[in-house]
């Protein structure tokens, strides 16, 4: 027969090792991170901006970026004035290509005077 003392004695429930959860999830983590950097470094080498005047009928406007290929459009008018190409540069030579507008006899500046020039109907 089972005495009171030994009735209110329990066995502790058994415990098991919970898996190692942590270690792989900081991988995943760390996985995710690199990928978001490299996107992130692609994108900025694709981004390019146009320094040159704004188009006819809005076109193209002054400071409009893109990534990875240009419209079809804009395609058109650089086949009939490719000095606008050369005002398109990658973001990171914005502020150089932007001081280099106004200091006569640029390649800049000499750009933005053809394309002035499409601008106005003069070439």
């Given at each position: 027969m089972t005495t009171q003392s030994e009735k209110n004695v329990?066995?502790?429930p058994k415990r098991t090792a919970?898996?190692?959860a942590e270690k792989p999830?900081?991988?995943?983590?760390?996985?995710?991170?690199?990928?978001?950097?490299?996107?992130r470094q692609e994108a900025?080498?694709?981004?390019v901006i146009y320094c040159?005047?704004?188009?006819?009928?809005?076109a193209l406007l002054q400071?409009?970026?893109?990534?990875?290929d240009l419209p079809p459009h804009v395609q058109e008018h650089i086949e009939k004035c490719p000095a606008i190409m050369e005002l398109v540069v990658p973001v990171s030579e914005l502020a150089e290509t932007t001081?280099?507008?106004t200091v006569k006899g640029t390649k800049d500046q000499i750009m933005f005077e053809e394309v002035s020039k499409y601008v106005r109907g003069e070439k």
């Open positions: 329990s066995t502790p919970a898996p190692p999830q900081k991988q995943v983590i760390k996985k995710v991170e690199k990928t978001l950097h490299e996107i900025e080498v694709k981004s040159g005047p704004t188009l006819p009928n809005h400071y409009s970026t893109f990534t990875g001081a280099n507008l």
